[in-house]
């Protein structure tokens, strides 16, 4: 559903080329993801732009909330669960780490008060294990831990399936979590070195490592360039991923 960086894509104030682009597919919402089976439909990150994102997509059922951690470009919009809360008559589970969750108590702290004021947010806390896989309903969920400079974050593997955002770094027995993937979604945040995300050249070459055959790239800022453009210099099976992409996956 986005796939921008913390700023987003155009970024306020700028009037490089690629923020003054009228090709929709440089045109980025802050990174989140929406997985659906036959039974289930939850989120990775409710960022600023969730409410849009929701809104774009026509999601009326959500079955769960998955944060990969706790920076605001991630949890902002948290506060949007609130439709789901009312049409669906329950509160809304959260999967995250013990640190995440923490985070989410101060920043919404209202929805964790004693006394509640009428129609904030309603959520079932769940911790996450960095290395105990869960289930949501029908879907089993690998967590993996992975780094992002000194702050850890988690990637999620569902089937052959890996999504990782804000990463620099990865462990190997991380590594050994993902290898087997057939799709791998994964932050490159530019082609400059960068202190706390895989650059472009990091990226692939951590893609080709891990031998997954197909590669999207997300946390995409405007320094990487134009998405036409940065598409045809990508070898066979590595792409820039796009909001509204739709992938099936197994």
């Given amino acids: 559903m986005g796939t921008g960086t913390s700023s987003g894509v155009p970024m306020v104030g700028c009037h490089c080329e690629v923020c003054t682009s009228h090709d929709s597919k440089d045109k980025r919402l802050r990174s989140s993801i929406l ?4 039974r289930t439909s ?4 409710t960022g600023p732009d969730f409410r849009q994102q929701m809104l774009t997509h026509k999601v009326d059922k959500l079955d769960a909330v998955l944060l990969t951690h706790s920076h605001k470009d991630h949890i902002a919009g948290l506060d949007d669960i609130r439709a789901y809360n009312y049409f669906q008559q329950k509160p809304m589970d959260l999967f995250a780490s013990e640190a995440t969750l923490k985070r989410v108590k101060t920043e919404f702290d ?6 509640k004021y009428v129609g904030v947010p309603s959520v079932n806390l769940h911790t996450i294990n960095d290395y105990d896989p869960f289930e949501v309903n ?13 702050m850890p974050v988690l990637g999620f593997r569902i089937g052959n399936f890996t999504y990782i955002t804000d990463a620099n770094r990865i462990d190997p027995a991380s590594k050994e979590k993902i290898k087997g993937s057939e799709i791998l979604v994964l932050n490159a945040l530019r082609k400059e070195k960068h202190i706390s995300h895989f650059t472009l050249q990091e990226a692939l070459e951590l893609a080709d490592e891990l031998q997954i055959p197909q590669v999207y790239f997300i946390h995409l800022s405007h320094q990487m360039g134009l998405h036409h453009i ?7 099976g590595r792409y820039l991923a796009y909001d509204g ?4 996956i197994s």
């Fill in 110 to 115: 209202y929805a964790f008060a004693d006394v």
């Fill in 245 to 248: 992409l739709k992938l099936q």
């Fill in 35 to 38: 997985i659906q089976s036959p």
């Fill in 42 to 45: 939850m989120v990775i990150d």
């Fill in 138 to 150: 029908d879907m089993e969920v690998i967590p993996i831990p992975v780094w992002h400079l000194y």
């Fill in 230 to 236: 940065i598409s045809k210099e990508l070898p066979e």
